[in-house]
């Protein structure tokens, strides 16, 4: 099995291709061993002194480390996912508690913003999401008040230096061309 490595915007995170699917269905963000434990191979990457972060999408894998040297635990993060794979264990336990959210705010918009806001999803979804998936990253919506977007990144989005530069240059200029309303965008 060869596992392809590349580098991220963010100098804390590395994105790992197993070539093969990893995870069908919605991007996963673990950012503690606790949330980890409904992923088998993210709590094989948890146990790795260093990591903090591993974020599951649908034919990568991201790691965040704290100040550990790459140079120190990228071998034994090549041997957790590929042990992982050919092991046949699952990506994610069916029928465990997902605590991944228990945290996380529900979308908030007042109904009157409801095709404003499918707009917004959509454009997300077609133009901004592929491209932060390729940085090992993902962006979720979380809400849209009073012209301001607020979005909730992971992965190798989270804690990215350029993240500020990507929301303020990047996505909120494509959103306030296309949709009539959006004056901002916000990290939660």
Known sequence: MF???EATP???TLKFLPGRDVLVGEPRDFRSPEAASIS???MGLFAISGVNGV???SDFISVTKDDTNWAHIKPAILGVIMDHF???KPVIVEGSADVTNL???EEFFDESDAETVEVIKELLATRVRPAVAMDGGDIIFKGFREGQVFLHMQGACSGCPS??????SGIENLLRHFVPGVEGVHQV
Request: proline letters at 8%; charged letters at 10%; zero cysteines.
């Open 40 to 42: 088998p191979l993210a």
């Open 163 to 168: 993240s500020t530069a990507t929301l303020k």
């Open 55 to 57: 974020f599951l999408g």
């Open 3 to 5: 596992i392809q490595t």
């Open 86 to 88: 050919l092991s046949g």
């Open 10 to 12: 963010n100098p804390a």
């Open 103 to 105: 945290d996380e705010v």
